[in-house]
């Protein structure tokens, strides 16, 4: 018989303000409704509560598609499972790389035996509509063509509009990694032909991770449907799982009940915001934040005219330490912020403004904090001309 060699303590840990690349912080109206009992996942009740859920969903990712529903998982897991519902050994794909999350891409692609040919974009910057098209000229017959439309490493916001066009012109379908768009940026998908996306409950939508929206058209569909082979994956087939959140809810495997719970809370609360301005607030504290960093005498990263509003991106100034800068932050100020990953580790800063987070108070304290961080590396930043570039934008918004 083992023993436990000690005791454990209640769950107790510091108060933090979530300001990375997410988790971001959770409304507490979410986390109430977390609490509440369980219902069955066939019982009438839920079964409700997933068909609000379903509708609230469509209408913040702006589509009618039946097929849109949120799988068991992380933002991650969508990513597995649009790829590997759509993809089978042999197809033809082209995925933008311009960040971490399409490499990512990239690489579920692979596993699903598709033949990738890599759009490779520039870190900080977008993919541009020459480039797709020029890949689905020189990769004749792609199936579809993969980008991530808020590329959370780099703080770009990816236009989909005109290469979800072009795509189709070549008889492809548009795939978007809307993870950090979701709720928090400009995001249409009927409109703008995206034929398959996927989300994460953590970033704009101020959820625990747990869930992964995710959104088939009609084309999406067809290719689904008319597959030679099974979806690789029994847990994230969705010729199964449409049947659970369908009319005839078959059983797939049990819901998680106090995440769906949650998201439905969640997107309440977008609704009650109303889209455009949840949009509108959250470019309003990006654009004060990115003033305020340029105030401080730091720059942001990202390309100016595609400016990710949910996660700005900060280059580290020289002779300063990432790690102790944002290890400062937490200790003195509970504030996390995201380092840089891959070939920018060590270079830039990501500060996420997602959902509930994206506020005045926050731009102002996040602002405020880093240039103190700054200080103690010895980097003089000037936080009174940070702060007074931050309440300019905030005082021009008012005068419209
Ligand atoms: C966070 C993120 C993911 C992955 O989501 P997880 O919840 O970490 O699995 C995928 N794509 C993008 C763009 C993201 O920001």
């Not at 590329?151 to 509009?161: A, D, F, M, R």
Request: charge should be negative.
């Amino acid at each position: 018989m083992l023993q436990l060699e000690r005791e454990y303590t209640d769950l107790v840990h510091s108060e933090r303000v979530l300001l990375g690349p997410g988790p971001s912080g959770v409304d507490p109206r979410v986390l109430r409704v977390m609490a509440a009992p369980l219902l069955g996942h066939l019982d009438p009740e839920f079964l409700q509560l997933m068909d609000e859920t379903g509708e609230l969903l469509r209408y913040v990712f702006q589509t009618e598609n039946d097929l849109t529903l949120p799988m068991s998982g992380t933002g991650s897991a969508g990513m597995d499972t649009v790829l590997s519902n759509l993809l089978e050994p042999g197809d033809k794909v082209i995925v933008g790389v311009c960040g971490y999350f399409g490499r990512r891409m990239v690489d579920i692609a692979h596993r699903c035996g598709a033949q990738v040919k890599v759009i490779e974009g520039e870190w900080g910057r977008i993919i541009e509509p020459e480039q797709v098209e020029d890949a689905l000229g020189d990769m004749s017959a792609a199936k579809l063509v993969g980008l991530v439309h808020a590329e959370t490493s780099t703080g770009i916001l990816q236009p989909l509009k005109e290469i979800a066009a072009i795509a189709h012109r070549h008889g492809a379908l548009l795939v978007a990694d809307c993870v950090t768009s979701l709720g928090g940026a400009p995001l249409k998908l009927d409109e703008w032909g995206v034929d398959a996306a996927y989300s994460g409950t953590q970033k704009c939508l101020s959820c625990p991770p747990g869930l992964s929206p995710i959104s088939f058209n009609e084309e999406a569909r067809k290719v689904l449907n008319s597959r030679r082979t099974e979806v690789p994956s029994w847990y994230l087939d969705l010729t199964m799982i449409e049947r659970y959140w369908g009319k005839e809810r078959f059983y797939h495997h049990t819901a998680p009940i106090s995440m769906v719970y949650a998201l439905r809370e969640a997107l309440r609360i977008v609704a009650e915001e109303g889209l455009e301005a949840r949009w509108k607030r959250h470019d309003l504290n990006a654009r004060a934040f990115c003033a305020g960093i340029r105030g401080l005498g730091l720059k942001p990263f990202a390309q100016p005219e595609y400016l990710l509003p949910s996660l700005i991106t900060v280059g580290i100034p020289n002779g300063v330490e990432d790690g102790a800068v944002r290890q400062f932050l937490l200790q003195e100020y509970g504030i996390e912020i995201g380092g840089g990953l891959g070939p920018v580790q060590g270079q830039i800063w990501r500060v996420g403004l997602m959902g509930a987070n994206s506020h005045r108070k926050n731009v102002t304290l996040a602002l405020a904090a880093l240039a103190s961080a700054l200080k103690e590396q010895g980097f003089r930043a000037t936080v009174e001309e940070g702060l007074a570039a931050a309440d300019a934008v905030y005082a021009s918004q008012e005068d419209v």
